[in-house]
Each structure stands twice: as C-alpha cells, then as structure tokens.
C-alpha cells in the first residue's frame, strides 16, 4: 500500500504529445492512491497517444484539452481559477515543443494557458528522443525554464521509442511521484520561512578580489561566488533586505537583491563599511589577502631574470567588523582551510570576533571552488560543531540560514 504523502494537495498534471504519455496513466494512478486530487490537462497532439477517457476516469475528473470551451458557457476564466487551486504543476511527458511554448509564454493550449496563470511551482519531465533533447534549442529552453524558477527533472538514458538509445527516457511515474512529495514538504518549509527575516537587513559579500600588477595581470583567486549568491536569493526569499556585495563573478543578480560592484579588497571593505550598520553578515567572498604594493601604470615588459614583486596586508574586512560588531548584529565568516582545519576555523573565529563560521574544507569531495555542490562545517561561538553533508549550494545556503537564524 502506497503511504498518503499526497493527502489532501491538488496536482495539476499535463500530458503532452510524445510516445512517454502512456506512462501518464500510471502517474494519475499513483498520485491518486497517495491521496492527491489530480487535474489533467492534455495538449490536443497528447490526445492522440492515450485516450483522455483513460485519463479522465483515473483522475475522476474530466480531462481538459482546449482552452476555449465548447459550449461557450461562461467557463472562460478556467485557466486562471485552476492555477489558483494547484499547489504543484507537473507537466509529464513534456515534449520540446510544450517546453519551447512554456519557456516562451504561449498560451495556446489549456495546458500552456494554466502554466502561464499558475502561481504553484512547475516541475517538468522531457521526454523525447536522444538529437531532440540535446538540440541547443531545447537545452537553451530548458535553461530559460530553470531561470523563471522551473525545475527540470532530468530525462533518463536509455533505449528510445525510434530505437536509438540515449538521452530523453521520462523518468518513471514512482519517481516522478517521489520528488513531487519531496518538492511539496520544500514548498511547506519555505512558506515557514517566508518572512523569517522581514524587516532585517543583511549584507552578502561573494566572488572573489582582483589586485592589479599592471593593467594586464592581477592576482585573484577561483572562487566563482555561488555560494554568496546563493545566500543572497536564500535570505531575500525569508524577507529580508538583501545588500549584496560582489567581487568580479558571471553570475545574474538574483531578483529582489541590491547588488554593488567591486573589484579590489579595497573596493569590498569600503562598500562593506557603508552598509556595516545591518542586522546580519555573511562575509563568504574570498577576499586577497595581499596587493601589489604599486600597480605599474603600464605592462611590465619581461626582462631576463626572475620578477619580484612586493605586496603588502589588505584590510581584514571581517576583523574590522567584529571589532566595531553592534549589539544584536550576527557576523558569519567563512573558512577556506587545507590542514587543521578545525582549529584554524575556531581560532578564525574567535579573532575576528565572529558568531559563526563556515568551514570549507578544499580536500573534502563536494567542496571548494566552482562546485555546484558544497560540503561544510557550521561552528559556533559556542563551540557547538556540525558537519553538514554535501548539497547543492543552495542547500546550503537554506541549512546554514535554519542553523543561524535558529
Ligand atoms: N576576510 C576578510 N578580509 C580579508 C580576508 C578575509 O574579510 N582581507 C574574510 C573572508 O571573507 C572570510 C574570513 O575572513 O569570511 C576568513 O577568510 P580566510 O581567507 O579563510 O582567512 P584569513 O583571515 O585570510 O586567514 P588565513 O589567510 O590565515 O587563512
């Protein structure tokens, strides 16, 4: 017996015109034995693989193709009223055309219509053969798709319906259901969380610093600043006025955030200081610790021999912080450490005057520069120690927003 993790939530599920529709029989079937109401809407080319009858009398609901009704009897604002209602939108299989459509804003079909006026999340499941999923038209959809905030649950390999084997399997209906329960608690927990943090203010720094040696070489570091970025839409998501500070990154600014530009240590720690009045810090950009004590005015021409360079101290941004710390206000720096890890963090932490600190160990797996993922370990002021797995870096953003926000 399939447990009722679906009790009492209300499921939108589109079924578009590939050979995967089939398998849109089962996922009703298990969405419905998990105790979730499920609206089907189906594209009319979907229509054409599996019988909306078949659909229909799993769902008990009638199944909804067209957007204009054909009886005109005043059930115009259906779209609208079912993205009201839904707390999750799934659209399974969904074909290269549907996601070209959705990532577009067409609004042609029920289906397309409903997406465009749904406020639930929309989770996706390509299916398609192997050239059509990897086409730079599809990947660059699905990527606009992700940008809105859509997630993407990726297509199995495998053989396909044209016997080619590759890319482009739907994943199977009882994963499928999976990860619609796992998305459903996500969405409870953030609503929890929605205005954790109205009111406060909180300053971000993230990237890294460039110090100029001329106008052509500069020293820098690889941190790409996702985990900072991560941490500026995490906190803007809670409520909070989000003031990021930025070192050279190619990363978007994430929506609601104010950002400030800065290239040198120097830039960071005086637009830090304009903003050193907030309620929260976190200070994960990797800041240079050291500058070219002159930046020549022009390349510096190779010479025989070897070069030497003199650099001298930047400011320490988060010492000064902690130096000049406000009551009430909560400081988090971050640790990039390769030997004695713990102890170098602990010490950081307690030198720099700090409530928190994040402690990324560069030998870990998962950890580090540039990786999607990040493995961390949170101390306290208090000595209180925990060793977080590794998880995408947003997730570990909203774990160390839970640990510091309490
Ligand atoms: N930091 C800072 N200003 C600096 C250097 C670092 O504010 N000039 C901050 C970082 O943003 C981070 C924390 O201090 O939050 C620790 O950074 P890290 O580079 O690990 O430590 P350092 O203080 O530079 O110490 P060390 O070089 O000895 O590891």
């Given at each position: 017996m399939m447990p009722a993790t679906l009790n009492g939530r209300n499921l939108l599920l589109g079924v578009t015109?590939?050979?995967?529709?089939?398998?849109a029989a089962e996922l009703v079937r298990l969405c419905k034995k998990a105790g979730a109401e499920v609206q089907v809407l189906m594209t009319p080319d979907a229509a054409r693989f599996i019988p909306p009858l078949t659909l229909g009398t799993l769902s008990e609901r009638e199944v909804l193709v067209e957007i204009f009704p054909e009886n005109e009897d005043?059930?115009?604002t259906k779209h609208v009223n079912l993205g009201l209602w839904a707390d999750l939108f799934v659209v399974a299989p969904a074909t290269a055309q549907t996601l070209a459509k959705l990532a577009y804003g067409f609004c042609d079909t029920m289906l397309t219509a409903t997406a465009l006026a749904s406020r639930c999340p929309l989770l996706v499941a390509p299916a398609m053969d192997h050239d059509m999923y990897l086409h730079p038209a599809t990947q660059a959809n699905l990527e606009r798709l992700r940008s809105f905030g859509v997630e993407v649950m990726e297509p199995g390999y495998g053989e396909l319906a044209s016997g080619l084997v590759g890319h482009g399997r739907m994943p199977e209906p009882e994963a499928i259901v999976a990860r619609l329960t796992e998305k459903l608690v996500e969405i409870d927990a953030s609503a929890e969380r929605?205005?954790?943090?109205?009111g406060k203010r909180v300053l971000v720094t993230a990237g890294p610093t460039r110090e100029p040696i001329d106008p052509v070489r500069l020293i820098t570091n690889p941190s790409t600043g996702t985990m900072g970025y991560a941490l500026a839409a995490a906190a803007h998501a809670r409520g909070a006025d989000v003031i990021l500070v930025s070192g050279p990154t190619n990363l978007a600014t994430p929506t609601g955030v104010t950002r400030i530009d800065v290239t040198t240590a120097e830039e960071m720690h005086a637009a830090v200081q304009q903003h050193?009045?907030?309620?929260?810090?976190?200070?994960?950009a990797a800041v240079a610790d050291y500058t070219p004590i002159e930046t020549a005015p022009s390349k510096i021409k190779k010479d025989e021999g070897d070069l030497t360079l003199r650099l001298r101290r930047t400011p320490d941004i988060l010492a000064t912080l902690g130096k000049n710390k406000h009551n009430g206000q909560v400081l988090v720096g971050f640790a990039m450490e390769t030997d004695d890890v713990l102890a170098n963090a602990q010490r950081k932490l307690e030198k720099k005057n700090l409530d928190w600190i994040v402690l990324n160990?560069?030998?870990?797996?998962?950890?580090?520069?540039?990786?999607?993922t990040n493995r961390v370990t949170l101390l306290r002021r208090d000595g209180h120690r925990e060793d977080l797995p590794v998880l995408p870096k947003r997730a570990v953003a909203e774990a160390i927003l839970d640990r510091v926000l309490g």
């Open positions: 015109g590939s050979i995967a529709a089939y398998k005043g059930s115009w929605k205005d954790q943090l109205t050193a009045d907030v309620d929260y810090v976190f200070m994960v160990n560069l030998h870990e797996q998962g950890a580090g520069f540039g990786n999607g």
